[in-house]
């Protein structure tokens, strides 16, 4: 069994080293942004229930358009991961093929993928289920209600008066 040069070993060794570093800030990426949704959820909810009960068309507006704004910035923290795990990717293979690869090349490997793909990236994340949910559902129900408190409040102005109606002729008397 031949040994392998000891300049791959260290390489290898420092790969190693690089991926559980980028793992963890992976990892961590998605643990914000799972709090980040809990945040969201709770406020966009609140907004909602708040809508309702006041029958505020303001307030609704405000709740749809905080649930978009949400829904943006997951995808973009979603994104930011993504590119971590592109060279998560990069580092498996190369351990895996026992090619060589530059070790601790994180920060250009993130810098290079999200200068060239940053909007193209934003755009899937924003797409995928694991980050449109709630807020998708937020923005119908809460477009629907609008819809419901639009057509509620037409329906609800008194009717104009027939002018004619209130014409009184007095025949008769002049005094």
């Given amino acids: 069994m031949e040994e392998e040069p000891k300049e791959t070993k260290v390489v290898n060794a420092d790969l190693k080293s690089e991926y559980a570093l980028v793992f963890n800030i992976y990892e961590k990426y998605g643990a914000s942004a799972q709090t980040f949704k809990t945040l969201a959820t709770t ?3 609140s ?3 708040f809508s309702i009960d006041k029958q505020s068309i303001l307030i609704t507006l405000i709740t749809i358009g ?3 704004v949400f829904w943006y910035l997951e995808a973009l923290w979603k994104a930011w991961q993504f590119v ?3 060279r998560l990717i990069k580092i498996e293979e190369a351990i895996s093929n026992r090619e060589e690869i530059d070790p601790y090349q994180a920060r250009r490997d993130w810098e290079n993928e999200w200068h060239y793909h940053r909007c193209s990236t934003i755009w899937k994340e924003f797409w995928q289920h694991y980050v449109m949910l709630p807020y998708v559902l937020v923005v119908l ?3 629907g209600y609008l819809i419901f408190l639009y057509a509620s409040q037409v329906n609800a102005q008194p009717p104009q008066p027939n002018i004619i ?3 009184s002729i007095q ?3 002049s005094d």
Avoid: A
């Fill in 165 to 167: 109606s209130h014409i």
């Fill in 43 to 45: 406020l966009t909810g």
């Fill in 66 to 68: 905080m649930s978009i």
């Fill in 47 to 49: 907004g909602l229930f």
């Fill in 141 to 143: 129900f809460g477009s």
């Fill in 84 to 86: 971590y795990g592109k």
């Fill in 171 to 173: 025949v008769g008397s």
